[in-house]
């Protein structure tokens, strides 16, 4: 069993920054790749960005590449997802989620993700 804990959601204007946290417990955290999704009210759950067990490779979704970056800190049990020039469509619950399948997460939807977190809030204003 994997618990995971996102923090540093909030309200932000447009071309702003936030950091997200994603703590974890329970079995070893280098174990799972680790990813973020959001979810925008009325959307569909949407894949951001995924991060290999040891942090060597990554994926994003294109659309967020270029300002969207994930990282992990092992030691921490943490995963990280650093968010500049926010725009007011990045508002959405975001997720962090773990799995040891790095492919999974943007794949079929992610329907197969093991492990997800409660979600935090991110909201960008114009």
């Known amino acids: 069993q994997v618990q995971l804990v996102e923090s540093g959601g909030g309200l932000v204007q447009s071309g702003g920054s936030l950091r997200l946290s994603c703590a974890a417990s329970g079995r070893t955290f280098s174990s799972y790749a680790m990813g973020w999704f959001r979810q925008a009210p009325g959307k569909e759950r949407e894949f951001v960005a995924v991060i290999s067990r040891s942090g060597g490779d990554t994926y994003y979704a294109n659309s967020l590449k270029d300002r969207f970056t994930i990282s992990r800190d092992n030691a921490k049990n943490t995963v990280y997802l650093q968010m500049n020039s926010l725009k007011p469509e990045d508002t959405a619950v975001y997720y962090c989620?773990?799995?040891?399948?790095?492919?999974?997460?943007?794949?079929?939807?992610?329907?197969?993700?093991?492990?997800w977190g409660q979600g935090t809030q991110v909201t960008v204003s114009s």
């Open positions: 989620a773990a799995d040891p399948n790095f492919g999974k997460f943007y794949t079929n939807g992610a329907l197969n993700v093991h492990y």
